[in-house]
């Protein structure tokens, strides 16, 4: 079973359906005991990283979600990518969940359109598992005005606007996140998330 965390901060019931469509047995959970009893979890994310933070505070999930993450295939995404670094810098500094090395901070470039909103195509740099079966020409969708800085051996793909921002990221052993929305960018997302539930 693939669980899916609902602290209050995520886009939950559109990764819900794509993995219903996939035909992965998964649950929304906002209970320790579920998300230890998961083969696998993912944590949708969409809002403000502070807030995200405080509301897994206060969900009582912090420690096992980082104990979990350690040992069964975890997979963040969007904010909930953003929010598996060490910190971020959305209003203010705030700890993350430090599953990644790295931070999080505005797009800052000149003359960019923020947020970073549709399509963009994947640029792969390092293999990764939720990249097979990925050709060169894929696209995914974003949506979102922060991002990732960390070292390159992490990022598994990434796409360009106005730089090099982290696509995909990975620490190499059960940590994924995606900035994009594999839910919502058809087939090649489709694909991406059939590789995550195929780890199990």
Known sequence: MIAIVDYGAGNIFSVKNALDYLGFENELVSDTNKIKSADAVILPGVGAFPAAMN??????????????????????????????????????????LGLINGSVRKIEEKDLVIPHMGWNKLEKLNNCPLLENIGNDEYV???????????????????????????????????????????????TGLKILRNFGGLI
């Open 55 to 96: 509301m897994l505070e206060k969900s009582g999930l912090i420690d096992t979600i980082k104990k979990e993450a350690e040992k069964k295939p975890f997979l963040g995404i969007c904010l909930g990518m953003q929010l598996i670094f060490e910190k971020g810098y959305e209003f203010e500094e705030c700890n993350g």
């Open 141 to 187: 969708y974003f949506v979102h005005s922060y991002k990732a800085h960390c070292n390159d051996k992490n990022i598994s793909a990434y796409c360009e606007y106005g730089g090099r921002v982290p696509a995909l990221v990975y620490d190499g052993k059960y940590v994924y996140g995606a900035q994009f929305h594999p839910e919502k960018s058809g087939e």
